[in-house]
């Protein structure tokens, strides 16, 4: 059985699991597959908006998608929620990201 199939599996008892479905998401990320990855990373987000790890990836997989509105719009959110953690570095990586975006 594949990872994905794993960790779908896993995901049948414990469908809110953050952990398993972002690991989902990064599965997909690996194999390029960019439109399953943001639902995933979506989904993520509506279970725990706080999760910091999922707005790098997410606003990366709309990038790459193409949507460089949406990418703004994914970095911007994360560093807000950064922020309201007090996590600097991750406020950081987000907004050198966002700059390397937009500049």
């Known amino acids: 059985m594949d990872r994905v199939a794993q960790i779908k599996q896993l995901l049948v008892s414990s469908p809110q699991d953050v952990f398993l479905n972002y690991a989902l998401a990064m599965e997909h990320m ?3 597959d960019d439109s399953q990855a943001i639902i995933q990373l ?3 987000k509506s279970i725990q908006s ?3 790890p999922l707005y790098y990836q997410l606003a990366k997989c709309y990038e790459s998608a193409g949507n460089t509105d949406k990418a703004i719009e ?4 994360g ?9 600097r570095k991750t406020f950081n990586e ?10």
Request: zero cysteines; a negative charge.
């Open 50 to 52: 706080d999760y910091l």
């Open 42 to 44: 979506e989904l993520v």
């Open 79 to 87: 560093m807000s929620v950064a922020d309201a953690a007090k996590d």
């Open 74 to 77: 994914t970095y911007e959110q």
């Open 30 to 32: 690996s194999a390029e």
């Open 94 to 103: 987000l907004r050198s990201a966002l700059e390397e975006l937009t500049f």
